[in-house]
């Protein structure tokens, strides 16, 4: 993750986004 350690705290917050992303989205998947 060294790349997102250089974007700093912009790519911190895209990461967090796609992390929550996909987050939200499994805990659909697994409700189903």
Do not use: F, P, Y
């Not at 705290?9 to 805990?27: D, H, P």
Request: cysteine-free; overall charge neutral; aromatic content about 0%.
């Amino acid at each position: 993750m060294d790349a997102a350690n250089q974007g700093s705290n912009q790519g911190s917050r895209e990461l967090n986004n796609e992390v929550n992303r996909l987050e939200t989205e499994l805990k659909r998947r697994l409700l189903i």
